[in-house]
């Protein structure tokens, strides 16, 4: 097949690239945001040590020299640091400078972090919504049992399995896959590390009381209400998150 230069145009205007590459620079982009992604989700913590490199590299199906590209973005922005020596290796760091960074990111475009909650927004009602048509008794007990705790008496670690869990497991009981895909793409873009002010406790306490009423929704088979519910639990995620922002050009205005 052989495209015009008309084609080329209407294609371009619709943003498709036909010559998008698919090499090297692409596959070490997929590690940095695939690892970054497990860090901001919390399934990797400050302290956990990666696998080896070629262990590692084989559950990426990336080759080595890409893995050690990824990593070194990591690293450049505060992720990970590398530790030599015996008891050696690639370190999840504390992950300060990383958060500050990334605050400092969403500070400087402020339709950034809007964008972000749109597509989780978009994303996220529409898995609520189907959550409450096609959950099965089983996915509901396995909810309740999860959130049938005191939120207060909750730690931020605590805190943040749990949340992973529940939109993980919504999304199951939607029973899309690409929706769930969809979702924690857009959710690993977000970054609430444990030490956030985002997970202080009336936060959790609330954000706790969210997830207890989406739940509710959808166990009693009401699509519209579980919908609702989850564009209010994500509007106020995004005005945590927004004020942490705002919290971070305000401390670094007066230091
Ligand atoms: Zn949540």
């Not at 706790?208 to 989406?214: A, C, G, N, P, V």
Request: charged residues 25%.
């Amino acid at each position: 097949m052989s495209l015009s230069a008309n084609d080329r145009d209407k294609a371009g205007d619709a943003g498709i690239r036909w010559d998008q590459p698919q090499d090297h620079r692409t596959t070490v982009d997929s590690v940095y945001i695939r690892l970054r992604s497990m860090i901001h989700g919390g399934h990797l913590s400050p302290g956990d040590c990666l696998p080896p490199e070629r262990v590692l590299s084989e559950m990426l199906d990336v080759s080595r020299s890409s893995l050690r590209e990824g990593l070194a973005v990591l690293r450049a922005e505060g992720y990970v640091e590398m530790r030599r020596g015996i008891g050696g290796g690639t370190f999840i760091t504390e992950l300060d400078v990383a958060y500050a960074r990334w605050l400092a990111t969403m500070a400087a475009d402020s339709d950034l972090l809007r964008e972000i909650i749109d597509v989780r927004t978009a994303v996220e009602t529409q898995i609520a919504w189907l959550a409450a048509e096609r959950r099965v008794d089983e996915q509901i007990d396995e909810m309740r049992s999860m959130l049938d705790v005191d939120g207060k008496s909750l730690s931020a670690q605590e805190f943040r399995d749990i949340d992973s869990r529940f939109h993980r497991m919504l999304a199951e009981a939607a029973g899309s896959p690409r929706l769930l895909a969809l979702m924690q793409s857009a959710r690993g873009e977000l970054f609430t590390p444990a030490s956030s002010l985002l997970t202080s406790s009336p936060t959790i306490a609330r954000s706790h009381e969210e997830h207890r009423d989406i739940f509710a929704a959808v166990a009693a088979a009401e699509p519209e209400l579980a919908a609702t519910q989850m564009r209010a639990h994500l509007q106020s995620t995004f005005n945590d998150v927004a004020l942490a922002v705002a919290d971070s050009t305000a401390n670094a205005a007066h230091s």
